[in-house]
């Protein structure tokens, strides 16, 4: 499974920001796509995960309600996070990552074998 990020930059605290993953491989629907985030110094963090059509979505508590993840497996796979009301401790690498896994309670990095280039969001107060 190969997962191409992009979509990071600077943004102003209030303020929106897209980031997309570009994802393919051998059965690449029957995975579960995720991000994750790492802050410097800081753990990485589940923000959100899709399965194949949308069926299960998954949100990390500091982002429910702010954050929305789709995925678009029509023709080449895409999953989208738009990421909204943005606040300056959002701020971080975000990660695109693969998981044969369908269900988590609670998604852990370990739970991921595909991982992404990040991508950098910086949030400016």
């Known amino acids: 499974v190969q997962l191409q990020a992009s979509g990071g930059g600077l943004v102003q605290a209030g303020g929106s920001l897209r980031l997309s993953c570009a994802a393919s491989?051998?059965?690449?629907?029957?995975?579960?796509l995720g991000w994750f985030r790492q802050a410097p110094g800081g753990e990485r963090e589940f923000v959100s995960a899709?399965?194949?059509?949308?069926?299960?979505?998954?949100y990390g508590a500091a982002v429910k309600g702010r954050f929305t993840v789709s995925r678009d497996d029509s023709k080449n796979t895409v999953v989208t996070l738009q990421m909204n009301s943005l606040k300056p401790e959002d701020a971080a690498v975000y990660y695109c990552?693969?998981?044969?896994?369908?269900?988590?309670?609670?998604?852990?990095?370990?739970?991921?074998?595909?991982w992404g280039q990040g991508t950098l969001v910086t949030v400016s107060s």
């Open positions: 990552a693969g998981s044969a896994r369908l269900h988590a309670g609670n998604w852990r990095p370990s739970d991921f074998t595909s």
């Open positions: 491989g051998r059965r690449i629907r029957s995975y579960t």
């Open positions: 899709v399965t194949w059509n949308n069926d299960h979505i998954f």
